[in-house]
Protein backbone atom coordinates (compact mmCIF):
# COMPACT_ATOMS: atom_id res chain seq x y z
CA UNK A 1 0.00 0.00 0.00
CA UNK A 2 1.53 3.35 -1.13
CA UNK A 3 1.72 5.80 1.31
CA UNK A 4 3.27 9.35 2.11
CA UNK A 5 3.30 11.08 5.54
CA UNK A 6 4.38 14.59 5.98
CA UNK A 7 6.50 16.14 8.82
CA UNK A 8 8.25 19.03 10.20
CA UNK A 9 5.35 22.34 10.02
CA UNK A 10 4.90 24.45 13.14
CA UNK A 11 5.11 28.02 13.74
CA UNK A 12 7.49 30.07 12.51
CA UNK A 13 8.42 33.52 12.34
CA UNK A 14 8.24 35.48 9.40
CA UNK A 15 11.98 35.26 7.70
CA UNK A 16 11.96 32.31 9.66
CA UNK A 17 12.90 28.50 8.19
CA UNK A 18 11.78 24.94 8.11
CA UNK A 19 12.45 21.41 6.59
CA UNK A 20 9.31 19.60 5.85
CA UNK A 21 9.88 15.80 5.11
CA UNK A 22 7.91 13.09 2.86
CA UNK A 23 8.60 9.95 3.94
CA UNK A 24 7.39 7.02 1.47
CA UNK A 25 6.23 3.69 1.95
CA UNK A 26 4.52 0.63 0.45
CA UNK A 27 6.69 1.69 -2.70
CA UNK A 28 10.03 3.13 -3.57
CA UNK A 29 9.96 6.67 -4.80
CA UNK A 30 13.08 7.32 -7.06
CA UNK A 31 11.50 5.98 -9.98
CA UNK A 32 8.46 8.61 -9.77
CA UNK A 33 8.40 12.63 -9.79
CA UNK A 34 7.38 13.79 -5.78
CA UNK A 35 5.85 17.06 -5.81
CA UNK A 36 4.53 19.25 -2.55
CA UNK A 37 1.05 21.06 -2.85
CA UNK A 38 -0.02 23.52 -0.34
CA UNK A 39 -3.62 25.00 0.33
CA UNK A 40 -4.05 27.88 2.63
CA UNK A 41 -7.62 29.03 3.88
CA UNK A 42 -9.79 29.81 1.75
CA UNK A 43 -7.74 29.36 -0.94
CA UNK A 44 -7.45 26.78 -3.93
CA UNK A 45 -4.71 24.05 -3.42
CA UNK A 46 -1.66 25.58 -5.51
CA UNK A 47 1.11 23.34 -6.71
CA UNK A 48 4.82 24.35 -5.25
CA UNK A 49 7.71 22.64 -6.10
CA UNK A 50 8.51 19.50 -7.83
CA UNK A 51 11.41 16.90 -8.52
CA UNK A 52 11.67 14.80 -11.30
CA UNK A 53 13.02 10.71 -10.62
CA UNK A 54 17.28 10.74 -11.11
CA UNK A 55 16.74 7.42 -12.07
CA UNK A 56 14.49 7.67 -14.84
CA UNK A 57 14.84 11.54 -15.58
CA UNK A 58 17.43 14.14 -14.81
CA UNK A 59 16.06 15.22 -11.39
CA UNK A 60 15.20 18.22 -12.81
CA UNK A 61 13.23 20.99 -10.57
CA UNK A 62 10.61 23.24 -10.38
CA UNK A 63 9.28 25.70 -8.28
CA UNK A 64 6.54 28.63 -8.37
CA UNK A 65 7.47 32.32 -8.87
CA UNK A 66 6.31 33.18 -5.29
CA UNK A 67 9.20 31.09 -3.54
CA UNK A 68 11.91 31.04 -5.84
CA UNK A 69 15.10 31.82 -3.86
CA UNK A 70 13.63 30.72 -0.37
CA UNK A 71 13.29 27.16 -1.12
CA UNK A 72 14.83 23.93 -2.11
CA UNK A 73 13.11 20.29 -2.55
CA UNK A 74 15.98 17.64 -2.72
CA UNK A 75 15.49 14.49 -2.33
CA UNK A 76 17.11 11.24 -0.65
CA UNK A 77 15.99 8.02 -2.49
CA UNK A 78 17.91 5.61 -0.39
CA UNK A 79 15.91 6.55 2.58
CA UNK A 80 13.30 7.35 0.00
CA UNK A 81 12.64 10.96 1.42
CA UNK A 82 11.90 14.02 -0.19
CA UNK A 83 12.57 16.66 1.74
CA UNK A 84 11.36 20.80 1.39
CA UNK A 85 13.85 23.48 2.74
CA UNK A 86 11.59 26.68 3.00
CA UNK A 87 13.58 29.67 4.30
CA UNK A 88 12.78 33.71 4.30
CA UNK A 89 8.99 31.95 4.96
CA UNK A 90 6.40 34.89 5.07
CA UNK A 91 2.58 35.31 5.90
CA UNK A 92 1.73 34.47 2.73
CA UNK A 93 3.63 31.12 3.08
CA UNK A 94 0.73 29.67 5.85
CA UNK A 95 -0.98 26.60 4.48
CA UNK A 96 -1.39 23.15 4.79
CA UNK A 97 1.55 21.11 2.68
CA UNK A 98 1.22 17.80 0.71
CA UNK A 99 3.32 15.37 -0.59
CA UNK A 100 2.46 14.22 -3.57
CA UNK A 101 3.94 11.49 -5.94
CA UNK A 102 2.43 9.45 -9.09
CA UNK A 103 2.10 6.23 -9.49
CA UNK A 104 3.56 6.10 -13.67
CA UNK A 105 7.11 6.83 -14.84
CA UNK A 106 5.28 8.63 -17.91
CA UNK A 107 5.03 12.40 -15.71
CA UNK A 108 8.35 14.29 -14.68
CA UNK A 109 7.81 17.76 -13.00
CA UNK A 110 6.93 20.64 -14.38
CA UNK A 111 4.84 23.27 -14.08
CA UNK A 112 1.82 21.87 -15.34
CA UNK A 113 1.64 19.63 -11.73
CA UNK A 114 -0.41 17.05 -13.64
CA UNK A 115 -0.12 13.08 -12.84
CA UNK A 116 -0.02 13.13 -9.16
CA UNK A 117 -2.04 9.87 -7.81
CA UNK A 118 -1.17 9.87 -4.15
CA UNK A 119 -1.16 12.18 -1.88
CA UNK A 120 -0.06 12.57 2.30
CA UNK A 121 -2.34 13.68 4.80
CA UNK A 122 -0.72 16.80 4.95
CA UNK A 123 1.78 19.20 7.24
CA UNK A 124 0.09 22.50 8.80
CA UNK A 125 2.76 25.40 8.35
CA UNK A 126 2.21 28.59 9.94
CA UNK A 127 3.92 31.86 9.51
CA UNK A 128 2.84 34.29 12.17
CA UNK A 129 4.72 36.46 15.09
Known amino acids: QVQLVESGGGLVQPGGSLRLSCAAS????????VGWFRQAPGKEREGVSC???????????FHIDSVKGRLTIYRHDAKNMVYLQRNSLKHEDTATYFC???????????????????WGQGTQVTVSS
Open 100 to 118: VTSGSTYYYCSGFFVGYDY
Open 26 to 33: GFSMDQYV
Open 51 to 61: ISSSVNSNGRR
